[in-house]
């Protein structure tokens, strides 16, 4: 029985060897590259002033840059379960006050889990913000879902080893550097030198192709003020830009100097955003971080065109597709705003770019209407895979050679992240010429007074502000089914994009536009409903009740 069982399973490795080589022979690699809280404008192609960035800019120019492209959600864990699942908020139901997590059935229909079921080796380097199974990050199914994992649970810290053990072998101290490493460590076809690094091979096949996500955890604020401008780290982290006037953003206003706030305070309750964002309310802080932000922006184009080395090294740079994006964008004190969660430009307008080198692009630049939810159908559709029914994206590769127009006739973005941090409730729609966002009752408690109170109880800052339970389960869907089931406006806006770009004049009120609000009003509700569409959201439980039983 032991020799019938031996030749059955060489039969089946030769058979998967045999597979694995066809399928190399016939599909692309594909690596993504996810920044984090990088707006549309932090490239040198699409505006930046200070940080030069010409590999990511080479990838534009010879692929194709899409500079109308919007993520469905801007705060960080809901925009990547999108990316991931190609679903809206609305419909995949994860967030950080959801008081759930991925289920294991809808996680099997992301786009790694069915490249690596299709035959691609696969992996995952940098940071994970997405928390899967019943034990959320610490249930070990993110880890085991992969070929390769090199990655953190949650933030990435800049001095990542630090915090991280499977970051200890890493010869670098910085996150941009140590995600290098890995990155590096992936591609090996001899041996992978990483032994703390979860994988179930010892090299990468050279037969097989491959899927790469890189999760980088910057230019984002928190790993952004954790720079400390060490003698053990590089010269752009120590020196870079500080010798330039940094000019502040457009439409700046200190928060001592806000006469009229973007959004009343019942909307929007300023005093109980997080302390993280302070450095916004003045202009030397703001200034300190931009600066710190647009070196991390060096280090990043530094990382990919170390990964465009090593893809050519390895001969294999022809025949890999490379796209480029970020999970959102971030306010730097615009209109006196800090942070994401709003669904204006600056914090949903990200660069999305494409760089397929085995054929020409019919154009470096689109303006169609694409959204964060169409790179899972497109990586998938490179892969020659069928996206399954549960995704709401479009594939974007007939983009690229002119062969292909959008069906989307508008572009969705929705924050449901609304708790004590004061955030608002709000959803848009837009078109390349009009935005509507719509904003409902925020009757959240106070942060402030959460926190002050838990005092006198000897409770922990950390303990009252973060962490979900049950109760907030409901809150949540109440908070995606209310506006379906009528719950009314109580803001609206309306920008006309093509001529006020950063949103500066609400003409809701106008007596001139009242003909577009209506019309916006009445897309709104059937675009709303699309995106929550008609399954169930594939999610179990995940609160600080659940993981005690």
């Known amino acids: 029985m032991k020799k019938i069982h031996l030749i059955i399973t060489s039969c089946i490795f030769i058979t998967a060897l045999f597979s694995y080589k066809a399928i190399a022979d016939t599909q692309p690699n594909i690596v993504l590259v996810l920044t984090d809280d990088q707006p549309y404008g932090y490239l040198s192609i699409t505006g930046n002033k200070i940080a030069q960035t010409p590999s990511i800019d080479e990838l534009a120019e010879k692929g194709m840059l899409f500079t109308n492209a919007h993520v469905t959600s ?30 294991e059935q809808a996680w099997a229909e992301s786009y790694p889990m069915m490249l690596r079921e299709a035959g691609y080796f696969t992996g995952w380097v940098g940071k994970n913000h997405v928390p899967l199974g019943e034990k959320g990050y610490k249930s070990g199914l993110m880890e085991s879902s992969f070929d390769y994992w090199y990655a953190s649970q949650g933030h990435m810290k800049f001095y990542s080893k630090e915090t991280y053990d499977i970051f ?8 941009l550097e140590i995600v290098s490493e890995g990155v590096d460590d992936f591609m090996d076809t001899n041996e992978h030198k990483f032994k703390r690094a979860v994988t179930f091979l010892d090299a990468r096949p050279k037969d097989q192709p491959f899927m790469l996500s890189i999760n980088l955890n910057l230019p984002h604020g928190a790993s952004a003020r954790e720079m400390a401008q060490r003698d053990s780290d590089d010269e752009i982290y120590r020196s870079l830009f500080r010798d330039r006037d940094i ?61 465009r ?3 050519k090294a390895q001969n294999v740079d022809q025949n890999t597709i490379i796209i480029f994006s970020s999970d959102h964008g971030l306010f730097m004190g615009e209109h006196g705003l800090g942070g994401k969660a709003f669904c204006y430009e600056k914090a949903t307008h990200v660069p999305l770019i494409i760089y397929d080198p085995r054929k020409k692009a019919s ?10 939810i169409d790179i899972a159908p497109t990586i998938l559709a490179y892969a020659g895979i069928n996206s399954p029914k549960s995704y709401q994206g479009e ?18 973005s929705e924050n449901l992240w609304s708790n004590h941090f004061g955030n608002p409730r709000c959803e848009s729609i837009q078109d390349n010429e009009w935005k509507y966002i719509r904003y409902y009752q925020n009757n959240n408690l106070s942060a402030t007074n959460k926190v002050a109170f838990g005092k006198t109880l000897g409770m922990k800052a950390g303990t009252v502000m973060y962490g979900s ?9 109440d908070f995606i089914d209310g506006p379906l089931n009528g719950e009314p406006a109580v803001y609206e806006e309306v920008y006309h994009l093509s001529s006020d770009p950063e949103e500066l004049t ?22 709303i409903t699309a995106a929550r569409g008609k399954s169930k959201p594939g999610i179990v439980r995940y609160t600080v009740d659940s993981l005690k039983n």
């Not at 960080?76 to 190609?86: F, G, M």
């Not at 003045?282 to 932000?293: A, G, H, N, P, S």
């Open 506 to 527: 609400n003409l809701a009120q106008s007596d001139d536009h009242q003909a577009v609000l209506n019309k916006l009003r009445d897309n709104w509700k059937q675009e």
């Open 363 to 372: 154009n470096s630049r689109s303006d169609a209407l694409v959204q964060s």
């Open 168 to 175: 200890k072998e890493a010869e670098h101290d910085t996150q």
């Open 74 to 103: 801007a705060i960080c864990t809901p925009s990547r379960v999108s990316i991931l699942l190609s679903q809206y908020e609305r419909q995949h139901g994860v967030n950080f006050n959801s008081g759930t997590a991925v289920s």
């Open 469 to 477: 339970h049950d109760s907030d389960i409901f809150q949540y869907r």
């Open 309 to 311: 080395d090593e893809l």
């Open 247 to 307: 000019a502040l953003p457009n439409h700046y206003v200190a928060k001592d100097d806000i006469t009229s706030p973007k959004l009343s305070p019942s909307l929007l309750h300023a005093d109980d955003r997080q302390a993280g964002y302070a450095y916004v309310d003045k202009e030397d802080t703001v200034k300190e971080m931009l600066i710190r932000q647009n070196q991390a922006m060096v280090g990043i184009d530094r990382l990919v065109k170390k990964l």
């Open 395 to 412: 594939n974007l590769t007939g983009f690229y050679q002119g062969q292909q127009q959008t069906q989307r006739q508008y572009s969705v």
